[in-house]
């Protein structure tokens, strides 16, 4: 059994037509699922990727109308890292970013920022085999553009206590220090760990991740879930998100993990040309829909406008 790298990261809002309007028209992500949080539905939970709607190139945001600013802390991924394809791309989103006031760090052959809510970014040139998940956007040509993601960076205390598990029960490869890459046939991805900050524990809120998940074929999903258990860490059955399949568990550093499935994917209720643009919601919780419509901000389409 392998683990195809990330399936998507998840984080949190206090201010969803602000992180349409950034993930969208800034970064030139889709928004491919406009739904609501399964656990509380009066919240929404956005979905930007690529234009399929692609595991791999996946951002997701919880959004808590009006929450205070979170800090990352042990324990908590900090850091969401896309690739782009050259150093040229660097250029041009040094240059994009800036001019929606974003400001940007420039490091070799990556460019760090944040989004308008404190979440660390990066954009990394990668030379990965792996196909390159991009949006289309009318401003930001398609060489340039964010390709999925690359890794993520967590805040870890002692990154030794997550090694045995990493690399002996999920298949991790270490490629130094406490950094490792998880690859499958198609697709891989990079986790590490660095020190916590000397600020004291994390707080959850926005501009922080909930969680990181990693994708398991649909096969696999069961097998995945058992032997994740029988390693002690104490995993969650298997819980069906309609879209994906879902587990969930702790590594020990603290960091929330997900094991997702490939697929059944966003097409299965929604025409693939029109993703994202109305609230769609699960069987399960169609009956609350003129409840949930009555709590949710209306968020526009964000591609209405390109015709």
Known sequence: MLLEGIHHVTCITGDAPGNVAFYTDVLGLRLVKKTVNQ????????????????????????EYPGSRRGRAGAGMVHTVAFRVGSDEALDFWETRLGEHGVH???????????????????LVVSDAPDEALVARHPGIPPEVALQGF??????????????????????FRPVGGADWELRGPERGGLYGYDTPPASGPGVPGAGTVHHVAWASTMEDHEAWQRRVSEAGMHATPVIDRFWFRSVYFREPSGVLF?????????????DPDHLGESLILPPAFEHLRPRIEQVLTPLPDPRAAWA
């Open 39 to 62: 656990d509380d539905p009066t919240v929404y939970h956005l979905f930007y990727a690529d234009e399929k709607g692609s595991a791999g190139a996946d951002i997701t945001f919880f």
């Open 104 to 122: 940007t760090t420039r490091d070799g052959d990556r460019v760090r920022f944040d989004d308008p809510e404190g979440l660390g970014l990066e």
């Open 150 to 171: 690359d890794g993520v960076r967590a805040f870890a205390a002692d990154p030794e206590r997550s090694r045995g598990p990493l690399e002996e029960v999920m298949g």
């Open 258 to 270: 997900e094991l997702a499935t490939l697929g059944p994917g966003f097409g299965i209720d929604e």
